[in-house]
């Protein structure tokens, strides 16, 4: 299994990212994909995660109106398309993957991408 993620960057506050995670070794339709990110000093928080058979999608207080999570099932990837765009937003963004059938808000991960990181300044 590997989830692996693309995107991160260095931008200006109220610029814009597109994350991707693409996913593979597993049944794409059975699984939560979801995007954590860990600010340092921080623990690591669920952002938002997507249930791709229903394209229903599920976001954190602090990034909902800004950020969008949409999945190409013919890619296996997820997207978190990030706007407006504050430098509290700066992290290691990592995309996750759980059992839909035991899947609760933002856990329990039975895998995890590597991380890329975002960084926002003023």
């Known amino acids: 299994v590997q989830l692996v993620e693309s995107g991160g960057a260095s931008v200006q506050a109220g610029g814009s990212l597109r994350l991707s995670c693409v996913v593979s070794g597993l049944p794409f339709d059975d699984y939560a994909i979801g995007w954590f990110r860990q600010a340092p000093g921080k623990e690591r928080e669920g952002v938002s995660w997507i249930e791709s058979s229903e394209d229903s999608a599920v976001y954190a207080d602090s990034v909902r109106g800004r950020f969008t999570i949409s999945s190409d099932n013919a890619k296996n990837t997820v997207y978190l398309q990030m706007n407006s765009l504050k430098t509290e937003d700066t992290a290691v963004y990592y995309c996750?993957?759980?059992?839909?059938?035991?899947?609760?808000?933002?856990?329990?991960?039975?895998?995890w991408g590597q991380g890329t990181q975002v960084t926002v300044s003023s």
């Open positions: 996750a993957a759980g059992l839909l059938t035991q899947w609760v808000l933002f856990g329990p991960v039975d895998y």
